[in-house]
């Protein structure tokens, strides 16, 4: 099996019922990003964790950023990485 790069790893704390906000997550990130992104893979985990891996390097944590990330600025750091010139629509409006 191979794996699709760039990909996107959403682990989550099964302990505290994080699988619907994880799946939700990355239901938003494969809809905008479709052709970019070439796999998201959910990562149960324990202890609080909600950490979000793009390529192997940690994009947002649950513990370090106080709590979950906002879609719009979580979508602009995918976007960053894997899309730099592209434009998000109302997502880059302020």
Not at 1 to 11: A, D, G, S, V
Not at 26 to 55: K, N, W
């Amino acid at each position: 099996m191979t794996t699709r790069e760039p990909r996107l790893e959403i682990e989550y704390c099964t302990q505290c019922r994080w699988l619907l906000r994880a799946a939700w997550t990355a239901q938003e990130l494969l809809t905008t990003f479709s052709t970019e992104l070439g796999e998201v893979a959910l990562i149960p985990g324990t202890g609080g964790v909600f950490d979000i891996r793009l390529a192997g390097e940690t994009i947002w944590s649950r513990k370090e950023n106080d709590g979950f990330p906002d879609l719009a600025p979580l979508k602009q750091l995918v976007r960053d990485r894997i899309a730099p010139g592209r434009a998000l629509g109302h997502t880059d409006r302020r």
